[in-house]
């Protein structure tokens, strides 16, 4: 079974620019969690997508944007680059919230995005 | 205010041995779950251990044993017989209640575990 995938495993930007990160969940999994790895912050929570619709929010800007698709995959949008969205970004996915119990989240190996 | 506590910034253990790192949690909902992560430093985030707080027995998995004390609200993760490739940041998470909209884990700051021959 293919794990989350993230793409790209890198990306290079300016300040001022967008970027945009890619996540597909795990087959079968309809939730789908991105998440900022800051250098000395910890892990933070950015978004939460379920059934195509966003459930709930980190405290971030709203530069910070993103979107489910019907097949589950998400993308996550950083307009206006500042350097300190310079961080490792972390998606997961989990069975929704139909599924009974708690369900842990399994994580991709990220995206390193780098702001010059 | 929900909050994840790893006091320990960094451990080290001899291989084979045992280690215990250390997790305290604050909630005030009575229903939430406890997980355990390992980051390697190629960065994935690796789902070790689940802990819910209605189960009574404590949770393993292979090596990997969740010493939970509700009362203490502390979950602490135990790897028993450790390996080289146990060395990782490794942190405590959690997910509080059912409640639809408040899905995200809260993360503590991790702990730095380095195994040694």
């Known amino acids: 079974e293919a794990g989350v995938t993230q793409s790209p495993t890198h990306l290079i930007k300016t300040r001022g620019q967008q970027a945009t990160l890619r996540c597909s969940p795990i087959?079968?999994?309809?939730?789908v969690y991105w998440y900022q790895q800051a250098l000395g912050l910890g892990l933070q929570f950015l978004l939460w997508y379920d059934e195509g619709e966003e459930r709930n929010r980190g405290n971030f800007p709203p530069r910070f944007s993103g979107r489910q698709f019907p097949n589950y995959s998400s993308e996550l949008n950083v307009n206006a680059l500042e350097l300190e969205d310079s961080a490792l970004y972390l998606c997961?996915?989990?069975?929704?919230?139909?599924?009974?119990?708690?369900?842990?989240?399994?994580f991709g190996d990220g995206t390193r995005l780098s702001i010059l | 205010a929900q909050k994840i506590t790893q006091t320990q910034p960094g451990m080290f253990v001899q291989e084979k041995e045992a280690v215990t790192l250390d997790c305290t949690y604050d909630?005030?909902?009575?229903?939430?779950?406890l997980f355990w992560y390992k980051q390697p430093s190629s960065g994935e985030m690796i789902f070790l251990i689940y802990q819910g707080s209605y189960d009574e027995q404590n949770a393993t998995e292979g090596r990997y044993s969740l010493n939970f004390q509700k009362a203490r609200k502390s979950a602490n993760l135990v790897i028993s017989a450790s390996q080289l490739g146990d060395s990782a940041m490794y942190f405590c998470a959690m997910r509080e209640g059912k409640t639809y909209n408040t899905d995200k884990l809260i993360f503590g700051t991790g702990t730095r575990l380095q195994v040694f021959p």
């Open positions: 087959s079968g999994h309809t939730s």
């Open positions: 909630t005030s909902d009575q229903s939430y779950g």
């Open positions: 997961a996915s989990s069975l929704g919230q139909g599924a009974m119990g708690n369900q842990p989240q399994h």
